[in-house]
C-alpha cells in the first residue's frame, strides 16, 4: 500500500473514549515514521477560515462535493487506512496550502 501526501483514503477513525470507530475520509498531509498526520474531510459546510472547499471534489474521488477541515487532524497508524479514494487536484492542493500558511498556527 503506497501512501502520499495529498492522497485522499478512508480511514477508520477510533472515537477517543475507544470503544468504536467511524470511517471517513480524509486528506493524507504527512507521514512520519509508521504514522500520518490526516485532515478531515466532511460533508458539511465550511465554519471556520481553516475549512477548504475542494473545487474540484470528483478528483479526489469523493461522493459528494467536501471541505478539508484543517483544524480537525489525526495521528492515525497506517493500519487504520482502509482504501485509497483518490488524489487531491493541484488547484486544491494549492489552495489548502495557502490556507495552512495563512492560518494554521500554534497559539501559545
Known sequence: ???????TWIA???FTNGRASKKRPVL??????????VAAIT????RTATDVVLQDWQQSRLRI???VRL???D??????????????SKRDAETILDV??????PQF
Open 100 to 105: 495552512w500558511l495563512a492560518r494554521v498556527r
Open 75 to 88: 495521528c492515525l497508524e497506517k493500519s487504520l487506512l482502509i482504501a485509497r479514494l483518490g488524489r487531491t
Open 28 to 37: 493524507i498531509l504527512w507521514i512520519d515514521a509508521q504514522d500520518v498526520v
Open 65 to 67: 462535493a467536501s471541505v
Open 12 to 14: 477508520d477513525i477510533p
Open 1 to 7: 500500500m503506497t501512501i502520499t501526501p495529498g492522497d
Open 43 to 46: 460533508s458539511a459546510s465550511p
Open 71 to 73: 483544524a480537525r487532524l
